[in-house]
């Protein structure tokens, strides 16, 4: 009497728990319905991530449901307690199995086509930089082609180089520099270079002062930066794919084997029970 009681509540305790699992999982596939784009690519991919990420909670709620009536069927036979809700489950199964494995080729592709849109992005805003870089240069370069312009830049030349003249002739200031925490350790570095040879500090003012060499650095710049967000978005786009794909081809192999198995049972043992009920 005491095992009876505990399996019917083992088997009410899974059924309950199965059904707010799988239920579960349907309202949170409804609100990732919302807003409904379906033409948006973004939206497309958004969706399938989620509802594959999500996809394990219907199938251990389906497991946990055909374990109630497995124990059901164990303590009282094949006699139905309530409403049977097998046959449901098994279609919802089917329909999960059948959405798993469109998502499988779908998202790959809309993957693709994504990260190659990101990268022709990426590459038409570092074109657009180096041109506004060159434009920049041949303006700064056509000013000083003049006199004053390149008074101008001799002029801060010498303001740099007496400001670091200045800084390593007064020892107590170049120890303090050393020793100031904030002070990059690169800097640092440069100062004791400038320190054992003056004229490192006059090449070093020429290349910050030289336009078409800080040109030749910032352009470097972009270009790495480039590089790099191209295989950024390759790396996301690749790992996106490999782990939602194969996530949902296995999540859709196992609900089909649970739905269609289950019904194809479940049709031949109500085949058998009509022929038993024949004789």
Do not use: C
């Not at 899974?14 to 919302?34: A, H, N, Q, R, T």
């Not at 069927?73 to 307690?81: F, H, K, L, S």
């Not at 100062?191 to 004229?199: D, G, T, Y």
């Not at 500090?201 to 078409?212: C, E, N, R, V, Y």
């Amino acid at each position: 009497m005491v095992n009876r009681s505990a399996s019917v509540n083992t088997a009410l305790i899974l059924k309950v728990v199965g059904i707010i699992l799988i239920l579960s999982f349907l309202v949170d596939f409804l609100i990732f319905l919302l807003p409904f784009q379906p033409t948006d690519r973004g939206w497309q991919i958004n969706l399938a991530t989620a509802v594959v990420d999500r996809g394990i909670v219907p199938l251990v709620g389906l497991g946990m449901l055909f374990a109630a009536y497995w124990f059901e069927n164990v303590e009282d036979g094949d006699r139905p307690q309530g409403i049977d809700l097998r046959f449901p489950a098994l279609i919802l199964a089917s329909i999960l199995g059948l959405l798993f494995l469109l998502i499988f080729p779908l998202h790959l592709n809309n993957v693709r086509q994504a990260s190659t849109q990101t990268v022709t992005q990426i590459n038409q805003d570092a074109e657009q930089a180096e041109n506004q870089l060159k434009n920049q240069l041949a303006q700064f370069q056509a000013q000083l082609n003049n006199e004053q312009g390149k008074a101008q830049l001799e002029q801060l030349r010498n303001q740099a180089r007496s400001q670091f003249a200045e800084l390593l002739k007064d020892e107590q200031k170049y120890k303090q520099a050393l020793e100031n925490p904030q002070l990059p350790a690169a800097q640092k570095e440069l100062l004791r270079k400038f320190k054992a040879n003056p004229q490192e500090l006059d090449k070093f003012i020429a290349q910050q002062t030289d336009p078409q060499g800080l040109a030749n650095q910032r352009l470097n710049q972009i270009r790495q930066r480039r590089e790099e967000a191209e295989k950024q978005a390759r790396d996301n786009a690749w790992k996106s794919g490999l782990r939602i794909g194969i996530s949902s081809l296995l999540l859709s192999i196992g609900y089909i084997i649970i739905g269609w198995t289950g019904l194809k049972s479940m049709g031949a043992a109500k085949g058998g029970g009509r022929k038993a009920s024949v004789r």
